[in-house]
């Protein structure tokens, strides 16, 4: 896999911050784009954040602006998802996905999956 998780998951309670991890394996591809997905139990798959890897145009889902940040770090070779004022509605399996050029809403042909990691949010 071209992206697997450093640190990330577990269960925190409503308001809190979470900062999941993912680094980045093998050469750098100068239109590399790396995202973040979550799936909640009996819910599509879907999108929460995506950056390229040498910057641009970032997106960030409807559902998390204002709350969840992506970025990265060149040297460490991994991309970060800064959680903040978690909510229960947050609650999901949260992968990191790599492509060499575009990463999809639906996140379909993605080059690499990450291994995913539940966060649990409490009310």
């Known amino acids: 896999l071209m992206c697997s998780w450093a640190s990330g998951g577990g269960l925190v309670q409503a308001g809190d911050s979470v900062r999941l991890a993912c680094a980045a394996s093998?050469?750098?591809?100068?239109?590399?784009?790396m995202g973040w997905f979550h799936q909640a139990p009996g819910k599509e798959r879907e999108l929460v954040a995506r950056t390229r890897w040498r910057g641009g145009n970032t997106y960030v889902a409807d559902s998390v602006k204002g709350r969840f940040t992506i970025s990265r770090d060149s040297g460490q070779n991994t991309v970060y998802l800064q959680m903040n004022s978690l909510e229960p509605e947050d609650t999901a399996v949260y992968y990191c996905a790599a492509d060499k050029v575009f990463i999809s809403a639906l996140g379909l042909g993605v080059d690499y999956w990450g291994k995913g990691t539940l966060v649990t949010v409490s009310s």
């Open positions: 093998g050469r750098t591809l100068v239109n590399l784009v």
